[in-house]
Each structure stands twice: as C-alpha cells, then as structure tokens.
Nanobody
Framework: QVQLVESGGGLVQPGGSLRLSCAAS????????MYWYRQPPGKQRELVAT???????DYTDSVKGRFTISRDNAKNTVYLQMNSLKPEDTAVYYC???????????????WGQGTLVTVSS
C-alpha cells in the first residue's frame, strides 16, 4: 500500500515561516509529479505548487516569491517552504503525488491526509 504523510503544520504569526514535508512510503517504483494543495476554511481546495520529476516548478500567483516547493527523490519526499506568511494562507495543506506502484506497475494518484496551517497573531 502506498501512502503520503504530511507534517510541519502549526500556528505561526503573520510574516513568519513554516516548512511542510510530505513523505511517500510503500512499494514505490517511481514518483512523477508532486503537488501541494490547500483548502481554506469554507472554501474550495486550490492548487498551490507543482514540481515535476526533473524538478520543474510552478506556483499559483498568490504565493509566488514567498513559497518554494522542492523534492528529495532519495527520500521520496516533497517540501513546501513558506515564508512571509499571511492570514489568508491559513488552510489545510495537502500533498498529492503521481506514483507508479510495485509490483503491478499501476499508476496511482495518491493524497495525503492534510496538515493545518494557521497564520494569526
């Protein structure tokens, strides 16, 4: 069974920083594109950042220049460094990955369980 587990959420003051991690585990052959999404209270889930298998990145406009997505392929982990946090960044953050599973080599889209980030003074 393949799963993603996020960590690193919490309460931070405006202007502060947090680093989220998302580790994949299980019988994994390969991990393709990895994503961070977020869902603010009472709102729809939105795509925040994307990183391909060769580390090409993309961001939603509201986080450009403040957030950085990265990955460590040896650890099957994706990170989201969040700087200059604003109250409007408050949300549950989810990671998602496109994973080739062993031993049947099936391609899966796997979600993590989410981690809460609260930006407040």
């Amino acid at each position: 069974q393949v799963q993603l587990v996020e960590s690193g959420g919490g309460l931070v003051q405006p202007g502060g920083s947090l680093r989220l991690s998302c580790a994949a585990s299980g019988n994994i052959v390969n991990i393709w594109t990895m994503y961070w999404y977020r869902q603010p209270p009472g709102k729809q889930r939105e795509l925040v950042a994307t990183i391909t298998s060769n580390s090409l990145t993309d961001y939603t406009d509201s986080v450009k220049g403040r957030f950085t997505i990265s990955r460590d392929n040896a650890k099957n982990t994706v990170y989201l460094q969040m700087n200059s946090l604003k109250p409007e960044d408050t949300a549950v953050y989810y990671c998602k990955a496109q994973i080739k599973r062993g031993p049947d080599y099936r391609n899966l889209e796997v979600w993590g369980q989410g981690t809460l980030v609260t930006v407040s003074s």
